[in-house]
């Protein structure tokens, strides 16, 4: 059920970490010009530098769902958001000393060490940091920053946990008004044989691999044992469950396979179905209609999602108290 897939704003602490992993931030040895510049928070600079390579990475995160390179209105809002997350990541970091976070600097050297491991040598952690304009200071800086954010994530979650509190009423109400949310859909419960060639193989890898299928079908019509063909014949990874894939909804295979997966009846087995993959027989063993969940069945999962909600209000309650009582300073950042 979709509706229980919520993810927690305080993740956003570590949402905040997605675009900053590898910039330098505002702890530079000279002090940055003020081009250079792109907003103060409580008097800590974010720098353009650091901006830019924000949005760049926004670019990417988003490049698959709609972002177009060129949009002037998107890149005015990406650069927004970009900027929005560096001042939340400012303001969270300066939350996490008066909370106290300390950071162990034998734990940050770990984690620096463990960092350097991806890489297959020496040389190719320099090319890295080279590229990036990197130093280990810098490096350590950046891990000490995300793992003081890390803990205040952890206390808060902590904090905001002992507080959030859901009554069995509310948890009712919640069922009661989204019932059209609180079905299973159907669901058909099949084992297959496939013989696998691709669409693209020519004519006579194609009636090769019919002719066999064709073969096994005949053998299933003369008594043989579905499962041990399947263990025997297959080329699916299920052979070695005799070919079962257990319980599945319509949108889980692909289309022809589910049309006839659903459409033929318990017990039976289908003729031979082409799909991408190759030539499918399909044994049905069971069904189950759409159903409406029970509300004992689900309560717990309810409650776990409004407490979750709660959680997420206390967070953005917190953070719009870092904002509303910090200092915030915005420049005009350049458009690209």
Not at 138 to 153: H, N, T, V
Not at 182 to 210: F, G, N, Q, Y
Request: aromatic share 8%; proline share 2%; glycine share 4%.
């Amino acid at each position: 059920m979709e509706i229980f897939r919520s993810r927690s704003h305080l993740a956003q602490i570590a949402l905040v970490l997605f675009f900053f992993i590898f910039t330098s931030f505002s702890w530079a040895a000279e002090a940055p010009k003020k081009e250079d510049v792109v907003a103060k928070v409580n008097g800590q600079n974010v720098l353009r530098k650091d901006f830019d390579a924000a949005v760049e990475s926004a670019k990417q995160q988003f490049g698959g769902i709609g972002w177009q390179e060129g949009d002037a209105a998107q890149l005015e809002k990406l650069q927004n958001m970009a900027l929005d997350r560096l001042i939340d990541f400012e303001l969270l970091f300066q939350a996490s000393k008066k909370e106290g976070i300390k950071v162990d600097s034998a734990a940050v050297d770990e984690k620096l060490a463990d960092f350097k491991k991806q890489f297959p040598s020496d040389e190719e952690f320099t090319k890295f940091m080279q590229a990036n304009e990197l130093t280990e200071t810098i490096m350590k800086e950046q891990l000490s920053r995300r793992m003081a954010l890390e803990g205040l994530q952890k206390k808060l979650q902590e904090d905001f946990t002992g507080k959030a509190t859901v009554s069995d009423e509310e948890v009712r109400k919640f069922y009661d008004g989204n019932m059209d949310k609180m079905k299973e859909p159907e669901k058909v419960r099949a084992s297959h044989i496939l013989v696998t060639v691709a669409e693209t193989a020519d004519d006579a890898a194609k009636a090769a691999a019919m002719t066999k299928i064709k073969d096994i079908q005949k053998k299933l019509k003369e008594g043989g044992d579905f499962a041990a063909l399947a263990k025997e014949n297959s080329d699916c990874p299920s052979k070695a469950q005799g070919g079962d894939l257990d319980f599945f909804v319509r949108e889980q295979m692909v289309q022809p396979f589910s049309d006839v997966a659903f459409a033929t009846p318990v017990g039976q087995t289908s003729d031979i179905v082409t799909t991408n993959f190759g030539y499918h027989l399909i044994k049905v063993t069971d069904k189950k209609p759409e159903s409406t969940l029970a509300f004992d069945d689900v309560k717990e999962k309810i409650k776990t999602f409004l407490a979750q909600q709660e959680l997420d209000g206390m967070f953005e309650t917190y953070i719009k108290n870092l904002r509303d009582k910090a200092e915030i300073v915005r420049m005009p950042a350049e458009k690209k």
